[in-house]
């Protein structure tokens, strides 16, 4: 097959921040929010992997937010998705991840391979002419990232405002100075911001901070670039007349657009359910539990009884589950939450999922199997304490095991979360419920 070029102009610009905390996130739903309700169609993208922030940035722009990445969900696919985007948008605004040149890719090497603008999100507080050196570190960094202003985040007052922009460095300029306002912060909990559909007024909160934004002088568009990238081609049809339920709820959330957007391109049926709601599956040839806040409704999960009989039911029958992380944490014998309370779960796979208070994994990692490199990423607050051997593990980017990913019955689980055009005949395997088989790998991932 040939491919067709795509080419689009757009005005855009990677928000970044010298590090996380500085309010990047919300200055981008703020942004997204204000050029919205000026009449400009706005598309927003998340460098990284992340699930929460761009549940926000969806409802600030009103349309659907994909992850970009360089390695997850590779170069092609981030030039491609951006080119695409240009066609029709007036504003593409990038969310960064962490600092401006945190990780590898970091969000300063997609703005790179983009040709896309940085422009930071720096919080002032407890800073004046310092601001200005930190804008000059981040604009003189690398040579072929372009920065030409920053924006001020939790600026004091207007006085603090005119001595940041005072201590702009030649060449740089102070977009604007935010001032502090509760209209421009989000809760979070011990995985990032809380999910948007659990936020009471968070629309009226988004245009109370693009009012605050067109105060501070912000609604000038950014820059204007040029984005070309080839289509890629189409998937193969491996999941043709395959049915899929798929978890989807306050417990069940962490869902890649682009995942669900593989599945169908390969010929399968999505029928959504809640967990915590339902009382039956819906007719379905295979079932997705995705990631989530199991910990947080563990309860409720454990009283649904009809819902946790016809998933054992699904699993007796041989009919292929996949796992992912909160999915994991629901399919053992018992979820041991935050307060220390025990809660029976689905029992598919002998053990305990125990909450414990920290971190406890972070960062990309990829599975390697005999029908290709699924790439992805790991993040929890759990530990799984299991006798269960693992059918294999994922690899972190440096070449040393990570997740255990196990096999029990029809049941594929793992603390991994996979993102699926990585490798779509790994993920049709796993839902046509064939033989999957790590491989061994040594050393760094392609």
């Known amino acids: 097959m040939t491919t067709s070029t795509i080419r689009g102009e757009a005005h855009a610009a990677l928000i970044t921040a010298p590090g996380s905390g500085q309010g990047k996130s919300m200055v981008t739903a703020a942004l997204a929010r204000l050029h919205r309700n000026a009449g400009r169609r706005v598309r927003v993208f998340k460098h990284g992997p992340d699930y929460l922030d761009p549940m926000v940035q969806e409802v600030a722009s009103g349309q659907p937010v994909y992850q970009l990445h360089p390695w997850m969900t590779g170069e092609e696919e981030c030039r491609w998705r951006l080119a695409e985007a240009a066609r029709d948008a007036d504003l593409i605004l990038v969310e960064g991840s962490m600092g401006l040149f945190d990780g590898d890719p970091s969000s300063a090497d997609l703005a790179i391979l983009a040709g896309l603008p940085a422009l930071p999100v720096i919080d002032a507080w407890g800073m004046a002419q310092t601001f200005?050196?930190?804008?000059?570190?981040?604009?003189?960094?690398?040579?072929?990232?372009?920065?030409?202003?920053?924006?001020?985040?939790?600026?004091?007052?207007?006085?603090?405002?005119r001595l940041l922009a005072e201590s702009m460095p030649a060449g740089l300029s102070l977009l604007g100075a935010i001032p502090r306002h509760a209209a421009m912060t989000i809760p979070d909990r011990h995985l990032g911001l809380v999910q948007a559909g659990e936020l009471?007024?968070?629309?009226?909160q988004l245009d109370a901070a693009a009012a605050v934004l067109k105060e501070a002088g912000l609604d000038r568009l950014p820059a204007r670039v040029t984005l070309e990238a080839e289509a890629?081609?189409?998937?193969?049809?491996?999941?043709?007349?395959?049915?899929?339920?798929?978890?989807?709820?306050?417990a069940f959330a962490f869902l890649y657009r682009a995942n669900l957007d593989l599945l169908e391109?390969?010929?399968?049926?999505?029928?959504?359910?809640?967990?915590?709601?339902?009382?039956?599956?819906?007719?379905?040839?295979?079932?997705?539990?995705?990631?989530?806040?199991?910990?947080?409704?563990?309860?409720?999960?454990?009283a649904n009884v009809p819902m946790r009989t016809a998933i054992r039911a699904h699993h007796a029958a041989g009919r292929p589950i996949l796992a992912e992380c909160g999915g994991l944490m629901a399919c053992v014998e018992t979820l041991v939450d935050g307060e220390g309370q025990a809660h029976e779960m689905l029992g598919l796979l002998t053990g305990t999922a125990r909450m414990a208070g920290k971190l406890t994994a972070l960062g990309l990692q990829f599975l390697t199997t005999a029908?290709?490199?699924?790439?992805?990423?790991?993040?929890?607050?759990?530990?799984?304490?299991?006798?269960?051997?693992?059918?294999?593990?994922?690899?972190?980017?440096?070449?040393?095991?990570?997740?255990?990913?196990y096999r029990e019955g029809s049941l594929t689980a793992s603390y991994f979360h996979g993102y699926f055009p990585s490798a779509p005949e790994v993920v049709a395997a796993l839902f046509r419920g064939e033989p999957l088989t790590p491989t061994a790998k040594t050393g760094e991932s392609p």
């Open 132 to 161: 200005g050196a930190v804008a000059q570190g981040l604009a003189n960094y690398h040579p072929k990232l372009a920065i030409h202003e920053v924006i001020a985040n939790r600026v004091g007052s207007p006085g603090h405002g």
């Open 200 to 204: 009471a007024g968070l629309d009226a």
């Open 232 to 250: 890629p081609e189409p998937p193969p049809r491996l999941l043709e007349g395959v049915r899929i339920a798929v978890a989807r709820d306050d």
């Open 265 to 302: 391109a390969m010929g399968a049926e999505l029928a959504f359910f809640s967990p915590l709601a339902d009382d039956s599956l819906p007719a379905c040839d295979a079932l997705w539990l995705p990631g989530g806040y199991p910990e947080l409704h563990a309860a409720r999960l454990a």
């Open 371 to 405: 029908r290709g490199e699924l790439r992805g990423h790991t993040y929890h607050h759990s530990r799984l304490e299991t006798a269960a051997e693992p059918l294999g593990r994922t690899r972190k980017l440096a070449g040393s095991e990570a997740e255990p990913v």
